[in-house]
């Protein structure tokens, strides 16, 4: 597993994760539509050009798994990340997770996953985050309110 910069073609394979139903389940705080191609690299432009993210691409024996980020919300750095569900239990996340974290550098830093997105809590726990608070939000990935736990590493 390594990480690289994010190169133009990536952003076809990243739409390609997120059209995935168990995976939008899973993460829940996903975009209203994810079908919708032109909002889609809107919001990957947006992300890019932004100087204060950092995102980088996971590659897996030479193929892209997906993505893994830190972008600024409410004022505090906050990481996010998606894998391809086909290589989902590889131990990816975590892996990736923790290389980000030395790249990025900053603590504290935060995350925030569904109370029930087990694999997204238990890949946070082993990089060293605890939980902090919960909270509920609308989540577009299940139309509905869900409750959410907001994690913090230091
Ligand atoms: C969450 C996600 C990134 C995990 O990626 P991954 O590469 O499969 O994660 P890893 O293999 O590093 O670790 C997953 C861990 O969760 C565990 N796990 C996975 N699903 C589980 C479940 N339903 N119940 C309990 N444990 C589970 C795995 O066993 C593994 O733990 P282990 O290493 O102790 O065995 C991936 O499922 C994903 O992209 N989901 C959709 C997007 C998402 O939810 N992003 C996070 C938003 S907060």
């Not at 897996?60 to 569900?85: L, M, Q, S």
């Not at 975590?94 to 809590?121: W, Y």
């Amino acid at each position: 597993m390594t990480l690289r910069d994010v190169g133009g073609g990536d952003i076809d394979v990243f739409y390609k994760h997120q059209l995935d139903p168990a995976a939008i389940w899973m993460a829940a705080f996903t975009s209203r539509n994810p079908e919708g191609r032109d909002a889609f690299d809107s919001h990957w432009r947006k992300v890019l050009d932004d100087r204060s993210n950092t995102v980088k691409t996971i590659l897996f024996n030479g193929g892209i798994a997906g993505h893994v980020a830190k972008y600024i919300d409410e004022g505090r750095p906050e990481v996010t990340y998606w894998i391809d569900r086909a290589l989902w239990g590889k131990g990816i996340a975590t892996d990736a997770l923790l290389k980000f974290l030395a790249i990025v550098a900053v603590c504290p830093i935060f995350a925030r996953a569904a109370r029930d997105n087990i694999a997204s809590l238990t890949v946070l726990k082993k990089c060293g985050f605890v939980i902090t608070g919960d909270g509920t939000g609308y989540a577009n990935g299940r139309r509905g309110e869900v409750e959410e736990f907001v994690l913090r590493l230091d």
